[in-house]
């Protein structure tokens, strides 16, 4: 199967085939964490969909050049840093660490190239002369600022009215509302407890988005394939990279924007102050596999709402571990004897569904429906009789092969623990019983079934089983 792969491009608002520069590669440019703080839940919720999407390319066969900046200068590393009383480098070299460990514990592949900010000032201080020598910028008060009204493409992306332009206001803030558009900071001019770099444009210190557009040319190419996000990111930090880079170069700068959305817990929009914000280390200290929490980011479709809960994650466990517990009983059942057609067939269709999902703008519903249809139709197999060597082979192969893209190491739960948590639920069970809870008993009994096991109220007292093939 060639691939064709289709993506939702924020620039045109509809689903396009993605067809790359060059043939068979993907450059692809994510933004990357500021380091001021520990990411929270909502940013790894970013960063796991775009992993999601780069291991689709790899599997699918390109190549892919990964660049992913990280924002060590701006505002809030600043702040941090003075109210911390200690230099920047000091400050942000910690939230980098914890990114580079949380990152690799959640599965997500590593950029090529994590490029600092700090260390591309050169690169920045080259790009806004371009910009001032082309007469976009103009210098007031010692700083820089990007003209607006000089870029006729502004607000293409965010899908501003140009007629809600102010130019010629503007503001020294790297983030601001899409209400307030003005001109923005390129360079901000020395600030009492501010870093300050002597460069030949004066001295000072970049603005946010000047680094996005100088790194994103220096390892990409002026013009590259894809460049992700989440969607606070499309205004005001995206639309002002476009109009950099593009004002700079006269070429286009991306081809294909595509954005994650929001994640919020409880239905609610994190925040510290109501007490629901998370970090990874945050859901990991409650007992979580992270995979388990890469289950639950991966297994919502990137452009819907993700509404975090531990319900949810509880869910997401139960699914993971579904599919180990399969694969632990494929192992268990293999046996001698010749391959099933029927077995290969079952295993294509599934494999063709789970791509198809995946291509079609990285429908992960329709590509994991795929995965436990097979799961349903393999069941009724190892129960009756078991399966034949190398048609297990051929089931488990395809799961590494999901896994390679999904990435969540499904793993059985070992037997005792298994037989622990499910006596436990079991009391649990009998407690809500004589408590006359019935809906809480039902509960766990389904919660039980989803797992696959199935409870016999006997006059022994409950009895436990493997469920048989489930029900569709
Ligand atoms: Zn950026």
Redesign the pocket.
């Known amino acids: 199967m060639a691939a064709m792969i289709r993506l939702h491009n924020t620039l045109s608002g509809r689903v396009e085939e993605f067809v790359p520069i060059e043939s068979g590669s993907v450059k692809l440019?994510t933004?990357?964490p500021t380091v001021y703080d520990f990411p929270h839940i909502g940013n790894w919720r970013s960063y796991v969909f775009e992993d999601l999407l780069k291991r689709l390319f790899l599997y699918r066969g390109f190549r892919v050049l990964h660049v992913m900046?990280i924002?060590d200068v701006d505002d809030k590393t600043i702040r941090g840093a003075n109210a911390k009383g200690v230099g920047l480098d000091e400050y942000t070299q910690p939230f980098i660490e914890a990114f580079a460990r949380d990152r690799d514990v959640l599965a997500i592949l590593p950029a090529d190239v994590y490029p600092r900010a700090t260390a591309h000032i050169e690169e920045m201080v080259g790009l806004i002369e371009t910009l001032l020598e082309k007469d976009f910028a103009y210098r007031k008060d010692g700083s820089i600022y990007f003209a607006i009204d000089k870029f006729p493409a502004y607000g293409r992306l965010s899908k501003i009215n140009r007629e809600d332009l102010r130019p010629g206001s503007h503001s020294d803030a790297d983030e601001y509302a899409k209400e307030s558009v003005h001109d923005f900071a390129l360079w901000k001019a020395p600030k009492e407890g501010e870093p300050v770099w002597e460069t030949r444009i004066g001295p000072g210190r970049p603005g946010?988005?000047i680094?996005?557009s100088a790194m994103?040319s220096k390892y990409l190419g002026r013009t590259f394939d894809i460049h992700c996000?989440g969607v606070d990111?499309i205004f005001p930090?995206?639309e002002n990279?476009i109009a950099q880079s593009e004002a700079a170069n006269g070429v286009k700068f991306v081809n294909y924007w595509v954005h994650g959305h929001h994640l919020v817990v409880d239905g609610e929009k994190m925040s510290k102050s109501k007490g629901n914000f998370y970090t990874l280390t945050d859901i990991l200290a409650r007992g979580y596999d992270p995979l388990d929490v890469r289950y639950l980011l991966v297994a919502t479709h990137y452009r819907k709402m993700l509404n975090f809960t531990f319900e949810a994650l509880d869910q997401a466990r139960t699914a993971r571990r579904r599919i180990g517990n399969f694969l632990g009983e494929l192992r268990a059942a293999a046996q001698d004897g010749p391959s099933d057609p029927a077995v290969v067939r079952m295993v294509d269709e599934a494999r063709a569904g789970f791509v198809a999902g995946l291509e079609d703008d990285l429908n992960i519903s329709e590509a994991l429906a795929a995965v436990f249809t097979l799961i349903k139709s393999a069941y009724p197999l190892l129960q009756c009789g078991g399966i034949s060597g190398p048609d297990a082979l051929t089931i488990a192969s395809f799961f590494a092969e999901v896994d390679e893209v999904v990435a969540v190491k499904p793993a059985p739960l070992p037997r005792e623990q298994l037989e622990a948590e499910i006596l436990n639920k079991i009391e649990a069970r009998q407690k809500a019983r004589a408590d006359r809870d019935f809906k809480r008993a039902d509960g766990i009994r389904d919660e039980l079934l989803e797992a696959g096991i199935v409870l016999e109220d006997t006059k022994d007292g409950v009895r436990w089983k493997k469920a048989g093939p489930p029900k569709s």
């Open positions: 440019y933004c990357g900046n924002t946010w988005h680094e996005c994103s996000g990111n930090h995206h990279e």
